[in-house]
């Protein structure tokens, strides 16, 4: 079973209904906060909607309300995580197969870097989690992460240390491949290498972000 999670921040609608056409036969659809809107205005049907839901009007949540009367649950806006972090830790509790997370990027640089992080849990747990957005495709990954050119998103592809640093064992199959490196946050080093080979490996000691971009 897939997990889509669709929260509040900048959103494709024409995206959010590709991703939900590819995953909907086995889909489980969790939306935070604005999210919800996001997904009824796509005519997605949503399994459950979480947050406090202060990023919609009054009239907006009577319209959530109407058309969700039993998925709704209400998080007092007092609380000591986000709406994102509460739908992921209700992801968890169904073991999906994998999780993608929409509308975790745009103005509020703060949830999107928070939402980021909230990938490494995934990464700890063993499930592939990706953050989605029309221009980027994001991962944290540790061990051994096969990238296959039949099903890349866009044509850079970036990895950067999660933590201060990252030891990589091996990165082969790209425009540039190394061994036995170590990248840094003060570097860019890990930034717009290419797939040349119908896939790409990367062995990493540490956990690393990898973000696949569309220029």
Do not use: W
């Not at 649950?73 to 968890?92: C, G, M, Q, S, V």
């Amino acid at each position: 079973m897939v997990c889509l999670i669709i929260a509040g921040g900048t959103i494709s609608p024409d995206q959010l209904k590709t991703t939900y056409d590819r995953i909907s036969d086995d889909a489980l659809v969790l939306t935070a906060d604005r999210g919800t809107l996001h997904a009824i205005s796509a005519g997605i049907p949503i399994d459950r909607a979480i947050g406090d839901f202060d990023s919609v009007d009054g009239s907006e949540l009577a319209l959530i309300k109407e058309k969700l009367p039993d998925k709704v649950e209400k998080l007092i806006p007092e609380k000591d995580d986000t709406d994102t972090e509460h739908a992921l830790r209700y992801a968890f509790e169904h073991n999906p197969s994998e999780i993608i997370m929409m509308g975790c990027t745009g103005t509020r640089l703060d949830q999107t870097i928070n939402s980021i992080f909230l990938l490494r849990e995934c990464a700890d747990r063993g499930i592939p989690a990706f953050i989605i957005d029309s221009t980027n495709r994001i991962r944290i990954s540790k061990g051994t992460t096969q990238i296959k050119k039949e099903n890349l998103f866009g044509k850079y592809i970036s990895i950067l240390p999660l933590e201060k640093e990252a030891h990589i064992k091996t990165i082969s199959g790209f425009k540039y491949d190394v061994t036995d490196i170590t990248l840094s946050q003060s570097s860019g080093r890990g930034i717009s290498n290419e797939l040349v080979e119908e896939e790409g490996i990367i062995e990493s000691d540490d956990h690393i972000i990898i973000i696949e971009s569309i220029d």
